[in-house]
């Protein structure tokens, strides 16, 4: 089942189902007329969606043409954004481990930032900056949608409440990352609003693409029409989705609608710029660059600017882009 949200003028959007194809939707406002109304009680709302979405697939009722560029984020709201570090290969890359008591934190438990929920972006919004100098940087991720989760949830707790999976772009100022740190509370200016692809699924209806609470499909990362990375999201994830829940879980309850993102997708290799067709290459600017030092004696690629754009999709065995496209431009507020 593949769902979505709409403009229509409110904050929340309209809530649709949309076909198998991506082709066509329909209103689902009979059942539940926003995503976090069907999710507050998915036990009844989720059965109902998946029934219009199968009469929607087999014919059995019109549908109206489906155009990603009318969509909002699928939370374009959310009661709370959690992203996760699950993949150790990038946090070596983009920061030194070596002789820091955190590293014996991050392979042991993974690392969790709260970040912005009011006011998700949509996959076509633009991302805004307001100074065209500040390391301007995507993060190709998988997120996940959940269901109520009670505190210190078991891991089959954890698993059991993935509602949703889709992919988002978690947008890093990273000049501003480390004046964030260091005041000591985390990640806050460095992180504007992070973008969502414009349809979620549910975790059966990505059949074996969906095991062991990851998702084993690459995420292809375009800058500019050229090719930057496409690390599969399955492969060197060292902490799953239901590690991630459990931890965000150790000390609160989580709120039905609460996303949890897995962190930047990333797989071990050496590679270089430029990506060869089937290379692996990288999810964001920071580890491209960290190898190129290594390799080069400096960085060669260059953070973003206005004007530039970043093109983000999980990737199908037929070659279509599973959640639909994440396309975005750089633009100065």
């Known amino acids: 089942m593949k769902l979505a949200t709409l403009k229509n003028g409110r904050p929340d959007g309209q809530l649709v ?28 709302h989720g059965p109902a969606l998946a029934a219009l979405a199968a009469q929607l697939d087999a014919g059995a009722i019109a549908g109206q043409p489906f155009d990603t560029a009318h969509a909002l984020a699928p939370l374009p709201r959310a009661y709370q954004w959690i992203d996760g570090a699950g993949y150790l290969s990038h946090l070596e890359r983009v920061r030194s481990l070596k002789g820091s008591k955190d590293a014996e934190l991050q392979s042991a438990r993974p690392l969790l930032y709260q970040g912005g929920s009011d006011s998700l972006s949509a996959a076509t919004a633009p991302i805004l900056v307001t100074d065209p100098d500040l390391a301007i940087d995507f993060e190709a991720e998988v997120a996940v949608i959940i269901g109520a989760v009670p505190m210190r949830a078991t891991r089959d707790q954890a698993a059991s409440a993935i509602r949703l999976v889709t992919i988002c772009n978690d947008v890093s100022l990273r000049r501003l990352v480390v004046d964030d740190l260091q005041n000591g509370f985390g990640f806050f200016h460095a992180k504007p609003s992070t973008a969502f692809a414009p349809v979620v699924m549910t975790p059966e209806s990505l059949g074996n693409n969906w095991r062991d609470s990851r998702l084993h499909l690459p995420v292809r990362v375009e800058v500019n029409g050229g090719l930057f990375g496409q690390p599969n999201a399955g492969t060197d994830m060292h902490f799953d989705f239901a590690d991630l829940i459990v931890e965000a879980a150790r000390t609160r309850n989580l709120a039905a609608g609460t996303i949890i993102g897995g962190g930047t997708v990333s797989n071990r290799h050496d590679e270089g710029l430029p990506t060869k067709p089937g290379g692996i290459g990288f999810a964001c600017i920071a580890e491209a660059r960290t190898v190129e030092k290594i390799k080069y004696g400096r960085a060669r690629t260059p953070f973003l600017k206005p004007g530039d754009t970043v093109r983000i999709a999980a990737i199908a065995a037929d070659g279509k882009s599973a959640f639909g496209d994440i396309n975005q431009v750089v633009a100065l507020a």
């Open 17 to 44: 189902v949309v076909s198998a194809g991506m082709t066509q939707c329909v209103s689902a406002g009979r059942i539940a007329p926003t995503l976090q109304a069907a999710l507050d009680d998915w036990a009844v």
